[in-house]
């Protein structure tokens, strides 16, 4: 089936090693009252606040675990465990506030179709020897994949022991070591007399893959057509020249520049395009 590359026909097929994706959703989650746990220094703050407020929210680590259905041939349960760093803005007085860092989680369970399959996969990449062990891993579940943007933060409060009835209390010696690095000390497990919690909106997009064999149709190969620019040591200006100038830092763009989804009044929603052609 050979047809010449210049008309932008298909030259050659070929069989390809990749990741199908089988299903997909994608979610808008509200996080409401997640309790915020910190280390003792930043929970002896918290205890004298007279405000906290929170900053910002990021994504530490998503914990995944894939497992079948029963009497649903086909569909997996996808366990989800999001770790959130959390930055608030602890005010003990009339001066500046202190940014205290914290542990926030959130557990999510979602039903995709991942299709099935009995074979079993090995890999000349794995040695026994090694250290590789995701590779010795040779079941045929399909791979959960996560993408998730940075969680927008909403709202904070201070929540007094006895306000609040329910048992909060988190074992922090069995997190994974990436998430205790993040912090400069121990995090704080039990409830304390002032408990932080905060609001969080979180948008995910979560999928099953499975790794398939898949005939399809090739132009040519993936050859780059234009060269490397590096700046060398004896002129290194010569890189400098070839980057435009920044104009758009200079001048921020206008209103009607952004995405009709951004966050506007009524008034301002039917004023958005006055003046922008």
């Known amino acids: 089936m050979s047809k010449d590359f210049t008309t932008g026909s298909i030259r050659d097929a070929v069989c390809i090693h990749t990741d199908k994706v089988y299903d997909a959703c994608k979610d808008k989650d509200c996080i409401v009252d997640a309790r915020v746990y910190v280390t003792p220094c930043g929970q002896e703050l918290i205890d004298r606040s007279i405000n906290i407020k929170v900053k910002k929210a990021e994504i530490i680590w998503v914990y995944t675990d894939v497992e079948e259905v029963p009497f649903n041939r086909g569909f997996y349960t996808v366990?989800?465990?999001?770790?959130?760093?959390?930055?608030?803005?602890?005010?003990?007085?009339?001066?500046?506030?202190?940014?205290?860092?914290?542990?926030?989680?959130?557990?999510?369970?979602?039903?995709?179709?991942?299709?099935?399959?009995?074979?079993?996969?090995?890999?000349?990449?794995?040695?026994?020897?090694?250290?590789?062990?995701?590779?010795?891993?040779?079941?045929?579940?399909?791979?959960?994949?996560?993408?998730?943007?940075?969680?927008?933060?909403?709202?904070?409060k201070v929540v007094e022991r006895q306000q609040h009835h329910c048992c909060c209390e988190m074992d922090c010696s069995s997190l994974p070591r990436e998430i205790?690095?993040?912090?400069?000390?121990?995090?704080?497990?039990?409830?304390?007399?002032?408990?932080?919690?905060?609001?969080?909106?979180?948008?995910?997009?979560?999928?099953?893959?499975?790794?398939?064999?898949?005939?399809?149709?090739?132009?040519?190969?993936?050859?780059?057509?234009?060269?490397?620019?590096?700046?060398?040591?004896?002129?290194?200006?010569?890189l400098f020249d070839n980057i435009n100038f920044p104009v758009d830092e200079f001048f921020p763009p206008n209103a009607c520049s952004f995405d009709n989804n951004t966050l506007s009044t009524p008034r301002e929603t039917n004023q958005r395009n006055c003046g922008c052609k």
Request: glycine content about 6%; hydrophobic content about 40%.
């Open 180 to 238: 205790c690095c993040c912090f400069d000390d121990d995090i704080i497990g039990e409830e304390r007399d002032k408990n932080v919690y905060v609001t969080l909106g979180l948008f995910s997009i979560i999928r099953l893959e499975r790794n398939v064999q898949l005939l399809v149709p090739v132009y040519d190969f993936c050859v780059p057509d234009k060269e490397c620019v590096g700046a060398t040591e004896d002129n290194p200006c010569d």
């Open 79 to 156: 366990d989800l465990k999001y770790f959130f760093k959390v930055y608030l803005d602890v005010f003990t007085g009339v001066g500046r506030p202190v940014t205290v860092e914290g542990l926030a989680t959130f557990d999510k369970k979602v039903i995709l179709f991942g299709s099935e399959g009995k074979s079993k996969s090995f890999t000349s990449k794995f040695r026994p020897d090694e250290r590789d062990i995701q590779l010795s891993v040779k079941n045929n579940l399909p791979m959960a994949i996560v993408d998730v943007v940075e969680p927008i933060a909403l709202s904070a």
